[in-house]
């Protein structure tokens, strides 16, 4: 036997032994040295212990039968939650006990990560990833959720955690974030508990006057002293920092949290948008029209807009970043010409960005127009853009 070999059945055989230990004194210790045998696996080896799980820690049959036949013949609640529990795998019971462990959390994470990346080419283990996700999406709760404004006084290993996981616009090291904390800037994040020192998801906010149509302005912009007559607040970030919680989201309601936090801290900031980007855009430019002239601003503005506003997938928008948005409540706004000239920014939207626009008193007409109806609020300038073809997919936003 290998020694790899050996480590993959002490981890397995450690799995084992905390299911039966459940509720003893010793599960706590097990727990423990089942997070550390885990953390001395490689990719080979956590994939060889999740199809143990998968294997042998599902449903145990003989309980779901015995709970079925009891349902079918005396079928009151008592024996509907007998067979809701007999049905639920014992994943989630050593899940639970995992979770007990110091570390315990960060391996649970660690584990839906790699198992998310196996989705496609091991599609097997697609039940040991859904437990997980039913566990997480309980235990990451709004309301274990701590809102936290970042900012120079932050301690440096959160703020490094802020270079690493940034993924809209790169960070360019210190200078630069600090820069994105500078006084007309606003950065803030969800902790939770289990992890205290690891941002879940966190938002960058630009203080200005009127909208923000270009992201290098935003993030070249000379700092200011104070962010006095600001009246507007661009989001023009928002980083899911943990693999792990992915299709878990936070990101509504950290925008609701963010935007009561600045409008109790500055009453005059009376607007509130994104500068978002596009990134379906080109590849579906590039697929229905691959003989766009993409220099020429007035096409490519009508283009967007009818990508942002017909193209579904489903009866929801096809781009992500519109989806979540849209959803959410906010309008399209504005289309923004070269709004971000990056190597990145050309190569998703050839450089167009989007104000989706959120306005609290609109925002649940906006939701229930789009998942009710199948209609995407955009502004008048927006849809003054499209042709009569595209407005049965559209309505104007007050």
Same mark, same amino acid.
């Given at each position: 036997?290998?020694? &790899?070999?050996?480590?993959?059945?002490?981890?397995?055989?450690?799995?084992?032994?905390?299911?039966?230990?459940?509720?003893?004194?010793?599960?706590?210790?097990?727990?423990?040295?089942?997070?550390?045998?885990?953390?001395?696996?490689?990719?080979?080896?956590?994939? /060889?212990?999740?199809?143990?799980? %998968?294997?042998?820690?599902?449903?145990?049959?003989?309980?779901?039968?015995?709970?079925?036949?009891?349902?079918?013949?005396?079928?009151?609640?008592?024996?509907?939650?007998? %067979? =809701?529990?007999?049905?639920?795998?014992? /994943?989630?019971?050593?899940? /639970?006990?995992?979770?007990? &462990?110091?570390?315990?959390?960060?391996?649970?994470?660690?584990?839906?990560?790699?198992?998310?990346?196996?989705?496609?080419?091991?599609?097997?283990? &697609?039940?040991?990833?859904?437990?997980?996700?039913?566990?997480?999406?309980?235990?990451?709760?709004?309301?274990?959720?701590?809102?936290?404004?970042?900012d120079?006084?932050?301690?440096?290993h959160?703020?490094?955690?802020? #270079? /690493?996981?940034?993924?809209?616009?790169?960070?360019?090291?210190?200078?630069?974030?600090?820069?994105?904390?500078?006084?007309?800037?606003?950065?803030?994040?969800?902790?939770?508990?289990a992890?205290?020192?690891?941002? #879940?998801?966190?938002?960058t906010?630009?203080?200005?006057?009127?909208?923000?149509?270009?992201?290098?302005?935003?993030?070249?912009?000379?700092?200011?002293?104070?962010?006095?007559?600001?009246?507007?607040?661009i989001?023009?970030?928002?980083?899911?920092?943990?693999?792990?919680? @992915?299709?878990?989201?936070?990101?509504?309601?950290?925008?609701?949290?963010?935007?009561?936090?600045?409008?109790?801290?500055?009453?005059?900031?009376?607007?509130?948008s994104?500068?978002?980007?596009?990134?379906?855009? =080109?590849?579906?430019? *590039?697929?229905?029209?691959?003989?766009?002239?993409?220099?020429?601003?007035? +096409?490519?503005?009508?283009?967007?807009?009818?990508y942002?506003?017909?193209?579904?997938?489903?009866?929801?928008?096809?781009?992500?970043?519109?989806?979540?948005?849209?959803?959410?409540?906010?309008?399209?706004?504005?289309?923004?010409?070269?709004?971000?000239? +990056?190597?990145?920014?050309?190569?998703?939207?050839?450089?167009?960005?989007?104000?989706?626009?959120? @306005?609290?008193?609109?925002? *649940? *007409?906006?939701?229930? &127009?789009?998942?009710?109806?199948?209609?995407?609020?955009?502004?008048?300038a927006?849809?003054?853009?499209?042709?009569?073809?595209?407005?049965?997919?559209?309505?104007?936003?007050?």
């Amino acid at each position: 036997m290998t020694e &790899a070999v050996a480590i993959d059945a002490v981890t397995a055989s450690a799995a084992r032994a905390l299911l039966r230990l459940r509720g003893d004194t010793a599960s706590r210790a097990l727990a423990e040295l089942l997070v550390r045998r885990y953390n001395t696996l490689d990719d080979v080896g956590k994939t /060889r212990f999740f199809f143990v799980l %998968l294997r042998e820690f599902g449903a145990v049959r003989a309980d779901v039968d015995a709970a079925i036949a009891a349902y079918q013949s005396d079928p009151g609640e008592t024996q509907l939650v007998a %067979l =809701a529990e007999a049905s639920a795998s014992q /994943r989630l019971l050593l899940f /639970r006990a995992l979770n007990t &462990a110091s570390g315990g959390i960060a391996v649970l994470l660690d584990m839906r990560t790699v198992l998310l990346a196996h989705r496609h080419d091991m599609p097997e283990l &697609a039940p040991v990833e859904r437990d997980l996700k039913y566990l997480l999406r309980s235990w990451f709760n709004r309301g274990f959720l701590r809102l936290q404004q970042l900012d120079w006084t932050t301690p440096a290993h959160i703020l490094e955690s802020l #270079i /690493r996981y940034e993924a809209v616009h790169e960070i360019r090291g210190w200078a630069d974030l600090r820069r994105r904390l500078a006084p007309d800037r606003r950065s803030f994040g969800f902790f939770h508990p289990a992890l205290p020192d690891e941002p #879940i998801i966190f938002v960058t906010v630009a203080l200005t006057t009127g909208l923000a149509t270009s992201i290098q302005d935003v993030i070249d912009a000379p700092v200011t002293p104070a962010p006095e007559g600001a009246d507007t607040a661009i989001f023009y970030s928002i980083t899911n920092c943990q693999t792990g919680l @992915s299709g878990i989201s936070f990101g509504s309601f950290l925008i609701k949290q963010v935007t009561e936090r600045l409008t109790a801290e500055d009453p005059a900031l009376t607007t509130f948008s994104t500068l978002s980007p596009i990134p379906g855009f =080109a590849t579906w430019l *590039a697929e229905n029209h691959p003989n766009a002239d993409t220099e020429d601003r007035p +096409s490519m503005l009508a283009l967007c807009a009818i990508y942002l506003v017909t193209v579904r997938r489903g009866s929801l928008p096809h781009d992500p970043v519109a989806r979540f948005h849209l959803r959410n409540g906010a309008r399209i706004e504005q289309i923004n010409w070269h709004g971000d000239t +990056s190597p990145k920014g050309m190569t998703e939207s050839h450089g167009l960005l989007v104000n989706y626009l959120y @306005s609290g008193q609109d925002i *649940a *007409a906006n939701n229930e &127009a789009l998942t009710l109806d199948g209609l995407v609020t955009a502004s008048p300038a927006v849809i003054a853009v499209l042709d009569d073809s595209h407005h049965a997919a559209v309505r104007t936003g007050s």
